[in-house]
């Protein structure tokens, strides 16, 4: 092999392939291809140097594709969510698939089990494959995702904002105004006390509506009893439960109304009230958030916020071509609605 290693072929050179150079190597091409890019933080310097060695040896020079890729011309799309066990982020990346491969897009789904180190792995590998574009869905803070940011590349929010700059492109409902309308719709229950139980405050989303709902019980329920209790586990199912308790535990009383940041949040509260021997609604009325597309069949008495999940993949696209046309884009906000279910428990 010569030193460029290319064959004349009616007046043609032959282009050394990326395989080429990670066979000379000794590594994988996607090695090669994250030593070419910039993104080589997993490899070893001897293997970059190895790898850089091999590229001058072989003259190696990326394709027009590769380089295409490079402006993000790519199809490929990365969605990170943080908890794929939450049916409300299944149903949002179910969505974004279905609009992305409509519009000649792959979707790339990592779950990150809400955890920086996770996220930052999957964005570098993300980045390394040259993706069009990211989307996270529930974003926790995180350096790599601070590299991204700074650096202009097309990345959207959806559900939560951004962690520290919540003016980013950002895709969801008005959680500030669910959160108070569902307070107003408690205090036509009259309920003498109010349970508000809540996941992890690191959610956007979580702060906006517990604040929201806060705020908003002062004006409308300002005699009852505001308890906000929240968990740090991301098994909501438990946090509803295990609250649950302790309230009744605390209190010697089931609150008038309990209302639960999602609805698995809402289950748990409802499996706690019956096994104290309460009914569901008659001694307690419970409110959730999504309503989850099976409650019509496995909870008929739970009242919820609908958000509207199949429509997040449409907004989700429409944003992405806004950043693409190279437009300022802050928030696509999807319309929500209360619905009110009957009394039967």
């Known amino acids: 092999m010569t030193k460029t290693d290319k064959a004349e072929e009616g007046g043609e050179a032959r282009r050394v392939s990326i395989s080429t150079v990670a066979a000379r190597a000794g590594v994988s091409i996607a090695t090669v291809s994250r030593v070419v890019n910039g993104v080589s933080n997993k490899a070893s310097a001897e293997t970059i140097a190895r790898v850089r060695a091999a590229i001058a040896e072989l003259g190696y020079r990326p394709s027009g594709a590769g380089q295409a890729l490079r402006r993000r011309e790519s199809r490929i799309v990365a969605v990170i969510a943080a908890n794929l066990a939450n049916p409300a982020m299944s149903a949002i ?31 570098r590998e993300m980045r390394a494959q040259l993706v069009s574009a990211f989307v996270l869905l529930g974003a926790v803070e995180s350096p790599v995702l601070d590299e991204i940011v700074a650096a202009g590349e097309r990345t959207v929010f959806v559900n939560r904002r951004h962690p520290g700059n919540p003016s980013l492109p950002f895709v969801g409902i008005d959680n500030h105004r669910a959160a108070a309308e569902v307070a107003a719709e408690i205090a036509r229950w009259r309920p003498d006390g109010i349970l508000m139980i809540h996941g992890p405050l690191g959610s956007s989303a979580t702060r906006d509506r517990v604040d929201a709902f806060r705020e908003a019980c002062a004006r409308h329920c300002p005699g009852a009893r505001l308890d906000i209790r929240g968990g740090e586990a991301p098994d909501h199912l438990d946090i509803g439960y295990r609250i649950t308790q302790e309230h009744l535990r605390a209190t010697g009383r089931a609150p008038g109304a309990i209302f639960g940041l999602s609805d698995l949040i809402a289950y748990g509260a409802s499996r706690a009230l019956r096994e104290a021997g309460l009914r569901v609604p008659g001694d307690c009325r419970v409110m959730g958030f999504d309503d989850n597309p099976l409650n019509d069949w496995i909870a008929p008495w739970l009242s919820s916020v609908r958000v509207p999940y199949e429509s997040f993949g449409t907004a989700i696209l429409d944003c992405l071509r806004e950043l693409g046309a190279g437009r300022q884009v802050t928030d696509f906000h999807l319309p929500h609605a209360l619905v009110l279910r009957g009394q039967a428990g």
């Open 93 to 123: 990346a179910a969505s974004a698939e279905g609009a992305l491969r409509e519009a000649g897009y792959v979707m790339v789904l990592c779950d990150s089990h809400d955890r920086a180190d996770l996220q930052d792995e999957y964005l």
